[in-house]
């Protein structure tokens, strides 16, 4: 079972509906009661990275899914939930995120360094390039995935690294490290590929059960 | 790289895709969640479903189709048509769209635009402008109500200002061109594209795959949009983009 984390700051029908078609149970809560009977989290998000913690802290969930990491049991964020892990965000200033992975997530620049103009946001389909092997990657391939974000993470430590794509600069697309996980494009909005990339996610859950 | 998109769209009224499908595999060629599918199937990297119902059921009704298309895509799409304040967006979002399209609303209130970026994030709004060259004023003139009533804005300062209110994506639609089967207006397009920061997508005169090229290498247009080529089978989707790729232009 996976516990989708409803914080007011996502489009949980179609990371749900996704789930639906792979086939993997969910449930769609705000409650760390409730969260914490399942096997892995999905942290969804779309919105800005301030508002976003602050409903985390408000309903104490920042707390409770730095426990539930602790715990061993996977954890994926997606498109703003990604970013969340990570240190810190400019975006609109400065504020901490969660902390669980190393970097700083930043504004995409207006110009790549030939001087074209970037369109922001990053918006449409965009090619993986994998950077290390990893069992979320199994069988995906350097596919076509689904992105829409202003802002990207920057400065993280390359072990986590697990696919980027390129957009005048490198956007971590796919990072990982121990349970953590985040993508930074919509999985379940990129077609095969994203959904391979989720019933990876699901299968990291199913071997964190077995550690359990 | 970012790929060019190729979005089909698709009419529904009462719940159902009007205005001429040929599609004669299909059971049915009026179930909107059918026709998504075939549309995906073929390599579609987003759908526009545009609600053209005339009553308060019908637009219910859409809310019952956004669900069954969210339950059976893995592709993006769009919802416009209708849509008039805040909660018209939640219904619509909620029920599993990635972004609605705002035209008429849009340019009577466009504080909506704000409250709709502010609330769901800039990438869920995407701005309809239908576009008509006015030779009186040497630019394009902005056009509500499907195109039936002229406004005092011009496509290129209505462009900014969406933008600069929050809008995510311009969904840019020449009167000029639509049903022409001509190509895009690529010096409207062009210019709406130079003026702003975020994602174009062309609309209007598609005939052949060709136009595609031309809009995506003399306009640099982010996506194109089409209806009738695709509905009457003139062309599909995959052909579409193997020309495209034989072109050299990036594609999914």
């Known amino acids: 079972m996976i516990g989708i984390i409803d914080y007011g700051m996502g489009n949980l029908f179609s990371v749900s509906k996704a789930l639906d078609r792979i086939g993997i149970p969910y449930i769609i809560s705000e409650s760390p009661e409730e969260l914490t009977k399942t096997k892995g989290l999905i942290l969804p998000g779309v919105g800005a990275f301030k508002d976003a913690m602050a409903r985390l802290r408000e309903k104490e969930l920042d707390r409770f899914i730095n426990t539930y990491v602790d715990s061993g049991r996977p954890l994926l964020g997606i498109c703003l939930g990604m970013q969340l892990l990570f240190e810190e965000s400019e975006e609109n200033g400065r504020f901490e995120g969660l902390g669980l992975l190393k970097g700083r997530v930043v504004r995409i620049p207006e110009r790549d360094a030939d001087g074209e103009r970037l369109k922001v946001p990053h918006m449409g389909w965009n090619k993986l390039q994998f950077h290390q092997e990893a069992s979320v990657l199994d069988e995906v391939g350097e596919g076509f995935v689904y992105f829409v974000h202003s802002y990207y993470v920057n400065q993280m430590d390359e072990e986590s690294l697990l696919a980027s794509a390129s957009y005048g600069v490198q956007v971590p697309a796919v990072v990982g490290r121990n349970n953590v996980f985040g993508m930074q494009f919509h999985p379940e909005k990129s077609s095969e590929t994203g959904m391979k990339l989720l019933a990876n996610f699901a299968k990291a859950m199913e071997q964190s059960e077995e550690l359990l | ?252």
């Open chain 2, 1 to 252: 790289m970012m790929t060019k998109r190729i979005i089909p769209c698709l009419d529904v009224k009462e719940g159902r895709v009007v205005k001429g499908i040929q599609f004669v595999e299909l059971r049915d060629a009026g179930d909107p969640v059918e026709l998504a599918r075939v549309y995906d199937q073929q390599g579609a990297d987003e759908l526009v479903f545009l609600d053209i119902s005339a009553s308060v059921e019908g637009r219910k009704t859409m809310v019952d189709v956004v669900q069954a298309v969210a339950s059976e895509l893995a592709i993006p799409f769009t919802v416009g048509g209708g849509i008039n304040a805040l909660d018209d967006m939640k219904r619509i979002l909620r029920a599993g769209a990635d972004k609605v399209s705002l035209n008429t609303a849009a340019v009577n209130n466009p504080d909506l635009i704000n409250e709709g970026a502010a609330f769901f994030g800039s990438q869920c709004i995407v701005i309809a402008i239908d576009a008509k060259y006015d030779s009186e004023i040497g630019t394009w003139r902005v056009y509500t109500h499907g195109g039936r009533t002229p406004t005092e804005r011009t496509v290129i300062d209505w462009a900014k200002e969406a933008v600069e209110r929050g809008a995510g994506e311009i969904l840019l639609t020449s009167m000029d061109e639509d049903g022409s089967k001509k190509g895009f207006d690529i010096a409207l397009t062009k210019a709406v594209g130079d003026a702003v920061s975020v994602p174009v997508i062309a609309s209007g005169g598609a005939g052949n795959a060709q136009h595609f090229l031309d809009v995506f290498k003399e306009a640099k247009a982010d996506a194109a949009l089409a209806a009738s080529i695709f509905h009457y089978k003139e062309t599909g989707v995959g052909e579409v983009k193997q020309f495209l790729r034989n072109a050299e232009v990036n594609v999914r």
